[in-house]
């Protein structure tokens, strides 16, 4: 399974960016996939994440209305949306998906490189 996050850089709070994830290495979409961040000295904690369908999402507190995620099965491709920006958002973002196919349990087991949101203030 690989997993390319691209779509990071440096913004002024209240911006907008749109992270990218391709896919490959499996059927698309019969997963889950998510989006993680790690701040520096923190813990990875999931941002965000949609069902294989695409019907279900979820996120966490500090990004809801925020944040989208969405994903383009034909595509192999998962997005995350991000307006509103804050310098709290500052982190290296990580696209994600489960282990076992139609795992809603946001049990993350597979993630790539990551990409770097650098919200100033």
């Known amino acids: 399974v690989q997993l390319q996050a691209s779509g990071g850089g440096l913004v002024q709070a209240g911006g907008s960016l749109r992270l990218s994830c391709a896919a490959s290495?499996?059927?698309?979409?019969?997963?889950?996939m998510g989006w993680l961040r790690q701040a520096p000295g923190k813990e990875r904690d999931v941002v965000a994440a949609?069902?294989?369908?695409?019907?279900?999402?979820y996120y966490a507190d500090s990004v809801k209305g925020r944040f989208t995620i969405s994903r383009d099965n034909a595509k192999n491709m998962v997005y995350l949306t991000m307006n509103s920006l804050k310098p709290e958002d500052t982190a290296v973002y990580y696209c994600?998906?489960?282990?076992?196919?139609?795992?809603?349990?946001?049990?993350?087991?597979?993630w790539g490189q990551g990409t770097l949101v650098t919200v100033s203030s």
């Open positions: 994600a998906s489960p282990q076992h196919d139609y795992d809603s349990t946001l049990d993350f087991y597979y």
């Open positions: 949609i069902s294989w369908t695409g019907v279900g999402t």
């Open positions: 290495g499996r059927t698309f979409s019969k997963y889950a």
